[in-house]
């Protein structure tokens, strides 16, 4: 397969790592052939772009990666972004209906299914590994349940062996680390909750961070997780899949607790729906010397 194949449109690749980063956006700009993919591949070895467990990383598409304590996933720190997703849209040809809603690029992607969002995974990971960017074993995936428990913080060890039996377990716990109701510029909620000026989405980033440097795990959109809403581990296909996070539709105290969960079916789509990618490091990636 020729490289341009998987990459799509040159201009879609970005890296932010030093000079080396420069000269591969502008690189991948003028030229779309599978020399342009080797020199892509060279530069990126060159800048030392490998990512590693621990340490904040940058991917081809400028979506930004933090370490969640205690695992060897990086989260990223936003939702994925319309243009993040329209790059794999236009690359593969997939159909994504136009929300109601007007949005930037730099908003969440919405009216995307749970089977979207693991394609837009699939493909970044073999764009990415096609050109050398992203190392063999490492892979882009949507986060299990737990992990998205984990990346919120404060829930401790949830009992219950599905989503459903973890929803709403722990009570009173937020991720705006205090109590309820949310302080202004907690996040992307509801307009009766009168903490924000967005009356649907609003751009990643637009408020504050958690403990681990991660935005929007409260509000803005719903996000899909890997579980089966009644799965003790994850399988395949149609059924219903877990959604965490609330979004700019939400108002209660039961749907922006860091431990409300709500099932969709996993062709469901809705502006109120988006999702956020991991990456997924192998067993001993990271230990060899730097």
Request: hydrophobic share 40%; net charge neutral.
């Amino acid at each position: 397969m020729r490289a341009q194949s998987v990459i799509g449109s040159g201009s879609e690749i970005a890296v932010a790592r030093g000079a080396s980063s420069d000269y591969v956006h502008s690189l991948m700009r003028s030229e779309q052939s599978a020399t342009a993919a080797l020199l892509l591949a060279a530069a990126v070895r060159l800048a030392g772009a490998e990512p590693l467990p621990g340490q904040p990383w940058r991917n081809s598409l400028g979506m930004e990666f933090v370490p969640i304590p205690g695992t060897r996933l990086l989260f990223c720190k936003w939702e994925t972004r319309v243009q993040d997703y329209s790059a794999f849209v236009r690359s593969v040809g997939r159909k994504w209906p136009k929300p109601q809603i007007e949005q930037g690029p730099t908003h969440p992607a919405v009216n995307v299914t749970w089977e979207d969002a693991r394609a837009f995974c699939a493909w970044l990971t073999a764009r990415e590994q096609q050109v050398e960017f992203l190392p063999a074993g490492c892979r882009y995936r949507l986060p299990a349940d737990l992990e998205w428990s984990v990346a919120v913080g404060g829930l401790g060890v949830e009992t219950g062996k599905t989503p459903f039996a973890r929803n709403g377990e722990v009570k009173g716990l937020y991720p705006w680390d205090g109590p309820w109701p949310p302080p202004a510029g907690a996040g992307n909620y509801a307009p009766v909750r009168e903490v924000d000026t967005y009356q649907y989405t609003a751009p990643v980033g637009s408020f504050s961070t958690n403990r681990h440097g991660i935005f929007d795990l409260g509000g803005n959109v719903s996000e899909w997780c890997l579980d089966g809403w009644l799965q003790e581990s994850f399988s395949a296909g149609p059924g219903d899949r877990t959604l965490r996070g609330g979004s700019w539709f939400h108002a209660t105290p039961w749907h922006l607790a860091s431990s409300a969960r709500e099932k969709a079916e996993w062709n469901f789509a809705d502006i109120r729906v988006g999702f956020r990618v991991v990456l997924e490091l192998p067993a001993g990636e990271g230990e060899k010397k730097r």
